[in-house]
């Protein structure tokens, strides 16, 4: 009973839609990530939630967590359960979950010149 965790049986796992849930197997653990032991709860500032018929499974969490400092806005921090793209090859898939998992964050910029400093692709559409 000392090793036991919450974590040990309270797992997290991140299902894309719709092909995480299509049933093939090897299609969900291409775009699947998990499971992960998951701290948190219902009633608190980690919620999380999880079916009575399988309590141990998360089934619905924070889909953003996001702290703005209104008197600084460059203090303001965020993060995704998963990453910033729906692509599973991409490097920014999945990239977020040990910050997500841990309670940890990154910058979020607002400011032209801190944004022109974090930048590292730009995308421009013109219209035709």
Do not use: K
Not at 27 to 54: H, Y
């Amino acid at each position: 009973m000392g090793d036991w965790t919450w974590g040990s049986i309270h797992t997290a796992t991140f299902m894309s839609n719709p092909l995480g849930q299509s049933g093939i197997g090897p299609l969900e653990s291409l775009v699947n990530r998990g499971p992960f032991a998951s701290d948190g709860g219902s009633a608190i500032v980690n919620a999380q939630g999880w079916s009575w018929r399988n309590p141990a499974e998360v089934r619905g969490h924070p889909s953003l967590r996001l702290i703005v400092d209104f008197a600084d806005f460059e203090q303001s921090v965020a993060v995704n359960p998963t990453g910033q793209s729906g692509h599973p090859n991409h490097p920014h898939y999945d990239d977020m979950i040990e910050l997500w998992l841990n309670g940890r964050f990154h910058p979020v910029h607002f400011g032209e010149a801190a944004v022109d400093a974090a930048t590292v692709d730009t995308l421009t559409l013109r219209p035709r």
